[in-house]
């Protein structure tokens, strides 16, 4: 055989190798995520939706979200049926891929009585805890031994009122949508007790992986540069990096 039409089998043959093993980039990326005020709105508004449209579309990546409960779009991304769920806490669940880099931190407050104690972090093991199901703040925050899980926001004051809980914990805009409820806001505190770290949660296939890839080299680039900074800065929240 000619010895360059060798070479050129050759070089061929590894580029198809190389091309196999390299995951096309998708052209969308579809993402799920419970309904948050002001931060993944149904309408595609929002901090969390506007930050990860930063972070894809410029890549040629169109970002499409769904509005679900949360435990179901947990399981949504484990069955591979959305490319992802958006509010994950680090290896909160099994079968999804992590990415190194978080996109945002859910600031972690209590919401208790204006009469009840200031709770810390330390000494959240005292006392009965409530929080919405599916969130497993026991897996995050220390010395927490009694707390109840519950399905809705609806309710929480009352039960704060009537001792049924001491503290309802919250990120601290859902915390503070629960305070407005209040015909008196005097009778409540909120108090900042952790910063939990907020990923996507990517699905645990070629797609996943394709597209974890491009978040993680995005995000280092956005970082630091500071472009995501006037998007926190137009929803009025915290910068986090």
Same mark, same amino acid.
């Given at each position: 055989?000619?010895?360059?039409?060798?070479?050129?089998?050759?070089?061929? %043959? =590894? /580029? $198809? &190798?190389?091309?196999?093993?390299? #995951?096309? !980039?998708? *052209?969308?990326?579809?993402?799920?995520?419970?309904?948050?005020?002001?931060?993944?709105?149904?309408?595609?508004?929002?901090?969390?939706?506007?930050?990860?449209?930063?972070?894809?579309?410029?890549?040629?990546?169109?970002?499409?979200?769904?509005?679900?409960?949360?435990?179901?779009?947990?399981?949504?991304?484990?069955?591979?049926?959305?490319?992802?769920?958006?509010?994950?806490?680090?290896?909160?669940?099994?079968?999804?891929?992590?990415?190194?880099?978080?996109?945002?931190?859910?600031?972690?407050?209590?919401?208790?009585?204006?009469?009840?104690?200031?709770? %810390? =972090? /330390? $000494? &959240?093991?005292?006392?009965?805890? #409530?929080? !919405?199901? *599916?969130?497993?703040?026991?897996?995050?925050?220390?010395?927490?031994?009694?707390?109840?899980?519950?399905?809705?926001?609806?309710?929480?004051?009352?039960?704060?009122?009537?001792?049924?809980?001491?503290?309802?914990?919250?990120?601290?805009?859902?915390?503070?949508?629960?305070?407005?409820?209040?015909?008196?806001?005097?009778?409540?505190?909120?108090?900042?007790?952790?910063?939990?770290?907020?990923?996507?949660?990517?699905?645990?296939?070629?797609?996943?992986?394709?597209?974890?890839?491009?978040?993680?080299?995005?995000?280092?680039?956005?970082?630091?540069?500071?472009?995501?900074?006037?998007?926190?800065?137009?929803?009025?929240?915290?910068?986090?990096?």
């Amino acid at each position: 055989m000619d010895v360059r039409r060798w070479l050129l089998i050759v070089l061929c %043959s =590894v /580029a $198809t &190798l190389v091309r196999a093993d390299e #995951a096309p !980039v998708p *052209g969308k990326i579809m993402l799920a995520s419970e309904e948050w005020n002001d931060y993944t709105n149904k309408d595609g508004s929002g901090l969390a939706w506007d930050v990860l449209r930063q972070v894809f579309e410029p890549a040629g990546i169109t970002l499409q979200t769904r509005s679900v409960p949360y435990t179901r779009s947990v399981g949504l991304a484990q069955r591979g049926e959305v490319d992802g769920w958006v509010g994950s806490y680090r290896d909160e669940a099994t079968g999804v891929l992590y990415p190194h880099w978080n996109f945002d931190s859910d600031h972690i407050y209590a919401l208790g009585l204006a009469t009840a104690p200031t709770p %810390s =972090v /330390a $000494t &959240l093991g005292n006392y009965r805890l #409530a929080w !919405v199901r *599916g969130y497993k703040y026991e897996e995050y925050l220390p010395n927490v031994h009694r707390f109840n899980q519950i399905e809705r926001r609806d309710g929480i004051l009352p039960m704060l009122q009537h001792a049924r809980a001491d503290f309802y914990i919250d990120a601290l805009s859902e915390a503070q949508y629960v305070l407005g409820q209040a015909d008196d806001p005097a009778q409540f505190k909120l108090t900042h007790i952790a910063e939990l770290p907020l990923y996507v949660g990517f699905a645990d296939n070629e797609r996943g992986r394709a597209l974890m890839a491009v978040y993680d080299q995005r995000m280092a680039a956005l970082v630091k540069n500071g472009e995501l900074k006037p998007i926190f800065e137009r929803w009025k929240q915290p910068y986090p990096f």
